[in-house]
């Protein structure tokens, strides 16, 4: 039989197939989220994210350190505070919590990666929410972007070379660089997580920050049915200045960031959230699925549709797998 077109010349040795994989992943392009909290003395293991944990600051230091030893791209850091207040008070004090953190990694591993800090409201305020309440209730937009100019500073003064900028109010990226600017550090890189949707994916994350949520969070976040809304949010900031450009959560939204990364001049990174994470390993502790295929398969699909970078809590274990395979 005369077949002169047979695909499956490409795939017949493990040789050939890593020769010619159109995508790959390098330990560089992985970022790790990590919690700190205040008041610890030892990590805490977190229950719905089995292998994650609350850190002290001392811990913090020493798994910030194994992390660059792994060659990993950067490593985000959330701050989990024993007191909070209706603006968040404890986010622009130099003495809170993530900036305490913030401090310390950036002395210990901050010539060695990217150190960057979560710059949202809700771990610091007593109701949850991402930004200032005004007197019905509602987010107040813009009395918001005062105080993340503030924190803006805050975490810039204590060692973060990038912030993340989380809180999906509008007009967020042009405040905080406006901010940064006029205080001589324009060095400061800006990531807008510009296409964030209002997923059911953070359950376990919240238990991560101990959410004070009264309510959601849909007055802000995307609504999941939305595609073209994320990819005109991801233009926006691009236009007001942010220099990385995010889609959260990551699996549920790969049309999403490949409209993204088609679109924006900028880095496009997605952020595989503590849903996406939980599931995979619940699936594998079961014997369901083959689990550390499946945490291989899940980045490898999100740098397929067009991320150039992925938070993910995996990010050290799987730069372990890829120096020594």
Same mark, same amino acid.
């Given at each position: 039989?005369?077949?002169?077109?047979?695909?499956?010349?490409?795939?017949?040795?493990?040789?050939?197939?890593?020769?010619?994989?159109?995508?790959?992943?390098?330990?560089?392009?992985?970022?790790?989220p990590?919690?700190?909290?205040?008041?610890?003395?030892?990590?805490?293991?977190?229950?719905?994210?089995?292998g994650?944990?609350?850190?002290?600051?001392?811990?913090?230091?020493?798994?910030?350190?194994?992390?660059?030893a792994?060659?990993?791209?950067?490593?985000?850091?959330?701050?989990?505070?024993?007191?909070?207040?209706?603006?968040?008070?404890?986010?622009?004090?130099?003495?809170?919590?993530?900036?305490?953190?913030?401090?310390?990694?950036a002395?210990?591993?901050?010539?060695?990666?990217?150190?960057?800090?979560?710059?949202?409201?809700?771990?610091?305020?007593?109701?949850?929410?991402?930004?200032?309440?005004?007197?019905?209730?509602?987010?107040?937009?813009?009395?918001?972007?005062?105080?993340?100019?503030?924190?803006? /500073? #805050?975490?810039?003064? &204590?060692? +973060?070379?990038?912030?993340?900028?989380?809180?999906?109010?509008? !007009?967020?990226? %042009?405040? =905080?660089?406006?901010?940064?600017?006029?205080?001589?550090?324009?060095?400061?890189?800006?990531?807008?997580?510009?296409?964030?949707?209002?997923?059911?994916?953070?359950?376990?994350?919240?238990?991560?920050?101990?959410?004070?949520?009264?309510?959601?969070?849909?007055?802000?976040?995307?609504?999941?049915?939305?595609?073209?809304?994320?990819?005109?949010?991801?233009?926006?900031?691009?236009?007001?200045?942010?220099?990385?450009?995010?889609?959260?959560?990551?699996?549920?939204?790969?049309?999403v /960031? #490949?409209?993204?990364? &088609?679109? +924006?001049?900028?880095?496009?990174?997605?952020?595989?959230?503590? !849903?996406e994470? %939980?599931? =995979?390993?619940?699936?594998?502790?079961?014997?369901?699925?083959?689990?550390?295929?499946?945490?291989?398969?899940?980045?490898?699909?999100?740098?397929?549709?067009?991320?150039?970078?992925?938070l993910?809590?995996?990010?050290?274990?799987?730069?372990?797998?890829?120096?020594?395979?």
């Open positions: 039989m005369t077949m002169p077109i047979r695909p499956r010349r490409l795939r017949q040795s493990a040789a050939v197939r890593r020769l010619v994989a159109e995508t790959r992943i390098d330990p560089a392009q992985l970022v790790l990590m919690f700190v909290r205040e008041g610890l003395a030892e990590p805490r293991p977190l229950e719905s994210m089995p994650v944990l609350h850190h002290s600051v001392d811990s913090l230091r020493r798994a910030a350190a194994e992390a660059a792994a060659g990993i791209g950067g490593v985000m850091l959330f701050g989990v505070p024993e007191q909070r207040d209706g603006i968040g008070s404890g986010a622009t004090d130099p003495d809170g919590i993530l900036n305490v953190a913030t401090r310390a990694v002395e210990e591993v901050g010539d060695a990666l990217v150190v960057q800090t979560d710059l949202c409201l809700d771990e610091f305020t007593d109701h949850g929410h991402c930004g200032v309440l005004a007197a019905d209730g509602s987010v107040d937009n813009d009395a918001t972007l005062l105080r993340y100019r503030e924190m803006a /500073l #805050a975490q810039a003064e &204590a060692g +973060s070379q990038l912030l993340g900028l989380s809180g999906m109010m509008d !007009g967020q990226v %042009a405040a =905080v660089r406006e901010a940064l600017d006029e205080a001589g550090r324009s060095d400061v890189l800006l990531l807008g997580y510009a296409a964030k949707y209002a997923s059911a994916l953070y359950g376990p994350f919240r238990e991560a920050v101990e959410s004070a949520l009264q309510g959601d969070r849909r007055t802000y976040q995307l609504d999941p049915a939305n595609r073209r809304e994320g990819r005109r949010e991801a233009v926006l900031d691009v236009e007001q200045g942010a220099d990385v450009v995010m889609v959260k959560p990551a699996s549920f939204y790969l049309d /960031l #490949a409209d993204v990364a &088609a679109e +924006s001049p900028v880095p496009v990174w997605a952020y595989q959230v503590s !849903g994470y %939980a599931m =995979v390993e619940a699936a594998g502790r079961n014997g369901w699925i083959d689990r550390d295929r499946a945490v291989l398969e899940s980045i490898t699909s999100i740098r397929r549709a067009g991320a150039d970078a992925v993910t809590y995996w990010a050290v274990e799987v730069a372990g797998w890829l120096t020594n395979r």
